[in-house]
C-alpha cells in the first residue's frame, strides 16, 4: 500500500492509503475535500471509505461534502459525532479494503469517541501503519480534552505502545518541532532528542512534513512514551507512571504557548477608529 502524506489547514495532515494493484484508496482524516480530490484525480484511484479519527472539525468536515460526491461512500468512525457517519466501529474491529487490513484500535482522552487506525498488507514486506490522529504525535501525545490521564496512560502503554516497533506512525497534525522543543526541556540531555529536533527543524525549514515516524524512534525521544525513564520523573517530581504523565501534559500545556493571533476585523476597527466612543466611555 502507498500513503500520501497530505498538507491541510494551517498544520493538519490528512492522508490517502492507496491499494496500488486495483488503485483504490481509502482517505484518512478527510478535512479538505478539494484538495483531496486534486490528489485523488492526480493518482487515478477511486475512494471507496474515510477512516476518520475524531470528530473534531479539523478531521472530519470534509465528510458530507464527499458522501455527495461519492454516493455508497463509506464512512467509519467511532463517534456519533462524525459527519455523515455510515459504520460505527468499535475497538478490535478488523476491516478490509482489498489487500488492505485495518485493526480499529479505541483511544479515549482528546475526546470521548477517538480511534486509531493500524494497517497493514498480510504477506508484505512494508512496515505497517499507524494513523495516529490526535493521540500519539511525533514528540508528543494529544491533549485531554475529553478524558484522563489514566486513559491515555492506557492507550500510550497498553494499545499503541504494543504495536510491532517498525510501524511507522501518521499523525494528525504537523507539531513536532514544538514537542521536540519541550522534550528537550525535559530531557537535555537525551541525544535522541537533540538529533530528532535538528532533523525536524530542518525539514521545516524546507516546508517538508516530519511524518512518519516511527514507534522504535518514539521510544528514544517521546517523553509521553519515557514515563519511566528517570530524567523524566525527575522533570516531573513523580515516579508513578500515570502522575508523571498527568504533570508532562500538563507542564506541555503550559510551555511557550503561541501569542493568539489579533482578529483582523478587530485591527481593521481599530485602525478605523471605531472603537474611539466605547474607549472614551471608560
Known amino acids: 500500500m502507498k500513503v500520501k502524506v497530505i498538507s491541510v489547514l494551517d498544520d493538519n495532515y490528512m492522508y490517502l492509503v492507496i491499494e496500488e494493484s486495483t488503485r483504490h484508496a481509502v482517505a484518512v482524516d478527510a478535512a479538505v475535500p478539494k484538495r483531496l480530490l486534486e490528489i485523488i484525480r492526480k493518482e487515478d484511484v477511486v475512494l471507496r471509505a ?3 479519527t ?11 461534502e464527499l458522501a455527495q460526491l461519492f454516493p455508497g461512500l463509506q464512512v467509519f468512525g467511532a463517534d456519533e459525532r462524525i459527519g455523515a457517519l455510515t459504520h460505527r466501529v468499535t475497538h478490535g474491529q478488523e476491516l478490509t479494503f482489498g489487500a488492505i487490513r485495518v485493526r480499529c484500535l479505541f483511544t479515549p482522552c482528546h475526546t470521548s469517541g477517538h480511534m486509531c487506525y493500524f494497517m497493514w498488507e498480510d504477506d508484505s514486506p512494508d512496515a505497517p501503519a499507524l494513523f495516529s490522529g490526535d493521540t500519539l504525535f511525533v514528540g508528543g501525545c494529544g491533549q485531554f480534552f475529553e478524558g484522563t490521564a489514566e486513559q491515555m496512560l492506557n492507550n500510550l502503554t497498553q494499545i499503541l505502545g504494543t504495536l ?4 511507522k506512525v501518521f499523525c ?3 507539531c513536532t518541532v514544538r514537542n521536540l522543543k519541550f522534550a528537550l526541556k525535559v530531557e537535555p540531555e537525551n541525544e535522541a532528542v537533540k538529533e530528532k529536533l535538528a532533523w525536524a527543524r530542518q525539514r521545516d525549514d524546507e516546508d517538508l512534513p516530519t511524518v512518519p515516524s516511527t514507534l522504535q524512534e518514539e521510544f528514544l525521544y517521546n517523553p509521553f512514551l519515557r514515563l519511566t525513564e528517570e530524567p523524566v520523573q525527575r522533570f516531573t517530581g513523580r515516579t508513578e507512571p500515570v502522575e ?3 504533570t508532562l501534559r500538563s507542564q506541555r500545556d503550559n510551555f511557550k504557548k503561541p501569542k493568539e493571533r489579533p482578529n483582523p476585523q478587530a485591527m481593521l476597527a481599530f485602525d478605523w477608529g471605531l472603537f474611539g466612543p466605547l474607549l472614551e466611555k471608560k
Request: avoid cysteine.
Open 164 to 167: 510491532p516497533k517498525d510501524t
Open 172 to 174: 494528525g497534525h504537523e
Open 50 to 52: 474515510i477512516l476518520t
Open 54 to 64: 475524531h470528530h473534531h472539525w479539523d478531521h472530519a468536515r470534509g465528510n458530507e
Open 244 to 246: 508523571v504523565l498527568r
